[in-house]
């Protein structure tokens, strides 16, 4: 993989010195500062509070950051909103779905909404409701899906896009183990296919396996940054979970529980 350094595209996502929150007066994020290229997975973590929504917020252009900025794909919210917009799907922890329309009618209003062609677009929808094992559940309306469909319902809306950046929050919790299996392989042909993936989650031995970069957020400001390797190694750890342990508690300037 090329050094950061040597790439000559531009990023999907480049949060530079961004500061934020909900109140001038009290700021979550401190001039955080990321970049996510296309074809990368970068994992966002950080202890509840830590500020991941809020930047996500940010990024979605649904806060207005208080200094600094965000691009995606080179432009800012004000440059182009609806260029701006199209370039992301977002995928929230919480499901939120129509409740009158069918697994199918999300999808094909979302390759609608997003101007996909109907063809590939209907294959697509097939190939996902397999590998989500969801096919039999393509006429079924949200309020008869269990939690953890819900959630595939959501996905699979969001892959159908396959859009220059994909942020994904917490997608690991709810799902099964088969479910998660086709996310990591779905996400996986979206990166090959040039999508660049920002994935918050608490889930750290799955992002130790498949991230490429990982942000480590603490009370807004980052803390870490880079390969799992590199933080792993910048911790003087051999796990990704002690390895957040480690440099939450640095940055505290405590001492380690247990
Ligand atoms: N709507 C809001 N109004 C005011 N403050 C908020 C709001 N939402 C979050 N906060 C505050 O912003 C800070 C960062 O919260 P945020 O939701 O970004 O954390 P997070 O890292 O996503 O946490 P989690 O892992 O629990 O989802 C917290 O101090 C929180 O109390």
Known sequence: MALPQQRTTVPALEMKQ???GYSTRKPVLHGVSMTVHP???VGLIGLNGAGKSTAIKHILGLMVPHGGEVRIAGATLADNREKYRAM???VPEQPS???NLSVREHMRWTAMAYGLDKESSERKMAELADTFRMTEALGALPGTLSKGMKQKVMLMNALLVSPP???IDEPFLGLDPLAIKGLLAALEDARAKGSAILL???ILPALERRADRLIVLHRGHVIAEGTPSSVMAQARES???DAFEALVTAAEGGSRRG
């Open 18 to 20: 961004l500061t934020g």
């Open 39 to 41: 074809g990368e997975l």
């Open 88 to 90: 992301t799907a977002y």
């Open 97 to 99: 779905l129509f409740p």
């Open 165 to 167: 950046l994909l942020i």
């Open 200 to 202: 918050s989650s608490h």
């Open 239 to 241: 796990t990704l979970d």
